[in-house]
């Protein structure tokens, strides 16, 4: 990854947020939960069309919530980790089998298609439920870290003459 300025102080801001769920956030390529270091990875830079596949999805299911892509996909990836205890070792297995198998099946760019897929398994309907619920239920909290999360985007894009 290249060297990005102002990298620390968006996780810094992260962190602090996410610290209440006993896991740690990383700047990475893409969102993703890493449940056997309890952490998740963000990311500015996540396929658009995969953020607006998620975005339906999620607003489908909980139109009263109004929160920013960044926040769904954080709360989403944690809610991976707050819901794992739910399955068995075996399920969690077969649905990241299943999972890469869709991917190599489809190969396709019809991200509305893998989307319907992909959110239909078990694990991926219960981080969105549960990040849904989150939100529903500490919208002053979410409205906070939202206010500082924006501040801490601007300055990162400032930084690094990106275009918000």
């Avoid at 996780?11 to 390529?29: H, L, S």
């Avoid at 709360?75 to 205890?85: K, S, V």
């Avoid at 909290?141 to 930084?159: D, G, P, Q, S, T």
Wanted: glycine content about 4%.
């Amino acid at each position: 990854m290249s060297k990005l300025k102002g990298r620390k102080a968006l996780t810094k801001v992260v962190n602090e947020f996410v610290e209440q769920f006993g896991v740690t956030a990383k700047f990475g390529k893409e969102f993703q939960a890493v449940p056997t270091k309890n952490r998740v990875d963000f990311t500015l830079a996540e396929n658009e069309e995969l953020i607006k596949q998620f975005m339906e999805n999620a607003e489908m299911r909980f139109p009263q919530v109004h929160a920013h892509p960044f926040i769904w996909l954080l709360l989403h990836e944690i809610g991976h980790m707050e819901t794992i205890h739910y399955f068995t070792i075996e399920e969690q297995w077969r649905f990241i089998n299943k999972k890469k198998k869709l991917y190599k099946v489809l190969k396709t760019d019809d991200y509305a298609l893998v989307s319907e897929w992909y959110q239909l398994f078990p694990d991926e309907y219960m981080a969105t439920l549960w990040a849904g619920n989150y939100m529903m239920e500490h919208t002053e909290e979410v409205a906070k870290f939202n206010k500082k999360l924006n501040k801490a985007i601007m300055k990162f894009c400032k930084k690094n003459k990106i275009t918000p």
